[in-house]
């Protein structure tokens, strides 16, 4: 079993940054990849970034340029850092890890963001 907790949400005013982290805890597990997913009232889960264990990443169009996530496997913890920061970006940001050894993911409890215009 794996254990994830997020933190680093918040307010904050358009065109300002946020850095989200998310660590995994649990007895003896191997990361596949890690990623964060968003998600607005009304609206689906959707992919925001994710990462490997071997460092290769993808981003979703919409934050392209803008966010950058990172991963330390030592910490078995994944960073997204955000930069100017609209209000369409707000939603409850939720950290993900898929391990080797299962086909579902483990996901973390969710973290508000709010960007105020």
């Known amino acids: 079993q794996v254990q994830l907790v997020e933190s680093g949400g918040g307010l904050v005013q358009a065109g300002g940054s946020l850095r989200l982290s998310c660590a995994a805890s649990g007895s003896s597990f191997s990361i596949n990849f890690m990623g964060w997913f968003r998600q607005a009232p009304g609206t689906r889960r959707e992919l925001v970034a994710s990462?490997?264990?071997?460092?290769?990443?993808i981003y979703a169009d919409s934050v392209k340029g803008r966010v950058t996530i990172s991963m330390d496997n030592a910490k078995s913890t994944v960073y997204l850092e955000m930069n100017s920061l609209k209000p369409e970006d707000t939603a409850v940001y939720f950290c993900?890890?898929?391990?080797?050894?299962?086909?579902?993911?483990?996901w973390g409890q969710g973290t508000q963001v709010t960007v105020s215009s």
């Open positions: 990462i490997t264990s071997i460092g290769s990443a």
């Open positions: 993900l890890v898929q391990t080797r050894d299962r086909v579902d993911p483990y």
